[in-house]
């Protein structure tokens, strides 16, 4: 059975995705034992669903306010940035934390064989859901350009 070119490039993008998060890790790694201090990052929890020409994504960001948070799109690289708000303004003695705290910064790469036309997002009780509108690129391959028929 042939696969739809929307779920071959949803492949590709979670391909692309995986591949680049197991580079950061190699990375990060290599600085540690390298004696570098390497930066820790947090990557907040995050959905990504197809549906109906559309990439939907759901990234968990609780406590963060709409006026400390960045959606920018450009060709085909969505990113979010912004900051967790601090759990304590005062000086305290923490004795264990888990939450999330400080900067964030989250990269996506949409399909290569496709454009995003349109995109919205919202941010309501800590999960901001961005919407991308995909558009299916031209093909490029030469096999399916007009031909030249001779007589």
Same mark, same amino acid.
């Given at each position: 059975? +042939?696969?739809?070119?929307?779920?071959?490039? /949803?492949?590709?993008?979670?391909?692309?995705?995986? !591949? &680049? =998060? @197991?580079? /950061?890790?190699? /990375?990060?790694?290599? *600085?540690?034992?390298? %004696?570098? &201090?390497?930066?820790?990052?947090?990557?907040?929890?995050?959905?990504?669903?197809?549906? &109906? %020409?559309?990439?939907? /994504? *759901?990234?968990?960001? +609780? %406590? #963060?306010?709409?006026? =400390?948070?960045? #959606?920018?799109?450009?060709?085909?690289?969505?990113?979010?940035?912004?900051?967790?708000? @601090?759990?304590? @303004?005062?000086?305290?003695?923490?004795?264990?934390? *888990?939450?999330?705290?400080?900067?964030?910064?989250?990269?996506?790469?949409?399909?290569?064989?496709?454009?995003? %036309? !349109?995109?919205?997002? #919202?941010?309501? &009780?800590?999960?901001?859901?961005?919407?991308?509108?995909?558009?299916?690129?031209?093909? !490029?391959?030469?096999?399916? !350009?007009?031909?030249?028929?001779? =007589?």
């Amino acid at each position: 059975m +042939p696969v739809s070119a929307p779920t071959q490039a /949803l492949d590709e993008l979670l391909l692309r995705k995986r !591949s &680049n =998060d @197991e580079r /950061l890790t190699e /990375l990060l790694q290599a *600085s540690v034992a390298e %004696g570098k &201090n390497a930066p820790t990052r947090f990557h907040p929890p995050y959905d990504l669903f197809h549906r &109906n %020409g559309e990439l939907i /994504l *759901s990234i968990e960001l +609780p %406590g #963060v306010l709409s006026s =400390d948070l960045e #959606v920018s799109l450009d060709a085909q690289r969505l990113v979010v940035t912004g900051r967790f708000p @601090e759990v304590l @303004e005062i000086e305290t003695t923490r004795l264990h934390s *888990s939450r999330a705290q400080g900067t964030f910064r989250c990269e996506f790469v949409t399909p290569e064989a496709q454009q995003v %036309g !349109s995109h919205e997002f #919202v941010l309501a &009780n800590g999960v901001l859901q961005i919407r991308l509108k995909l558009i299916l690129l031209p093909t !490029s391959d030469p096999a399916d !350009s007009p031909k030249l028929l001779e =007589d």
